[in-house]
């Protein structure tokens, strides 16, 4: 399976199943919608924030650029997750320097226009709560957990959230199941009781269903060609719109 397939939106009859009591979403292209972003662009406003160091302008940003692929692609060969300090220091910028804290600031405000969460997250979150449902976050980031739940402040939808985890702050990234299975564990649930939502077919599909979860696929971002992963996985469920969620968990645990 491809990140482009296609499937219904109409849940897949799952019997014997254990109620959904957890959704987890996925963040960038899921929480916020997707945008296309220029990745050499962000390195750009980081280069232009921090000011030249010892290398060019022009050098600088190729070497940012070529660590953070490397770790994204460390990611999806090995499963070891990053942060964006380590990056940085592999760039010979260390935590604390002025440059460093300067580059880091016009990075995040280059990253702003693209974190804002999709206008129905609210809702949709307020309508799973007050069924009972408990809602997770589980993101692939370099980003530390201070500056997500910021934008979640931000956006007045950080209380809706029972529980978040998110790969900088532990070992894994996803599809590696041990990060499933810590986001389970998080909110308290057992991983079969949860329902795993997200925008990637690879991580968002095959992952969660490797503990047991069911996937909820949502097939409106465009994933660079080599970000996609050839796998075997069918989706429980495929929602073309997000506000489909609480129908489709609605249908599960009425089975």
């Not at 957990?145 to 985890?165: K, M, N, Q, S, T």
Request: glycine letters at 8%; hydrophobic letters at 40%.
């Amino acid at each position: 399976m491809t990140e482009t397939g296609s499937a219904s939106s109409r849940p897949f009859e799952a019997p014997g199943k254990a109620p959904v009591k957890a959704v987890i979403f996925d963040w960038g292209g899921t929480i916020t919608p997707w945008h296309t972003v220029d990745l050499r662009a962000q390195w750009t406003a980081f280069a232009d924030g921090a000011g030249l160091a010892a290398r060019s302008r022009d050098d600088l940003v190729s070497a940012l650029s070529a660590a953070e692929d490397l770790a994204w692609k460390r990611g999806r060969s090995e499963g070891l997750s990053a942060r964006l300090h380590e990056i940085l220091e592999s760039c010979g910028l260390p935590h604390g320097d002025s440059r460093t804290e300067a580059g880091t600031a016009a990075y995040r405000a280059f990253w702003e226009p693209h974190t804002f969460t999709h206008p129905s997250i609210g809702p949709l979150w307020e309508t799973l709560r007050a069924t009972g449902i408990r809602i997770g976050v589980l993101s692939n980031t370099i980003w530390d957990r201070d500056y997500h739940r910021g934008i979640f402040e931000r956006d007045g939808v950080l209380e809706l959230i029972d529980a978040d985890v998110y790969s900088s702050e532990v070992p894994w990234v996803k599809p590696q199941a041990e990060i499933f299975a810590h986001a389970a564990g998080a909110l308290g649930v057992a991983a079969e009781e949860c329902a795993y939502v997200g925008d990637r077919s690879f991580e968002d599909v095959h992952g969660p269903q490797q503990v047991g979860m069911r996937a909820i696929w949502i097939p409106h971002s465009e994933i660079p060609v080599d970000q996609q992963v050839s796998h075997e996985a069918t989706p429980d469920a495929v929602a073309h719109d997000l506000v489909d969620i609480a129908t489709i968990v609605d249908a599960w645990n009425l089975l």
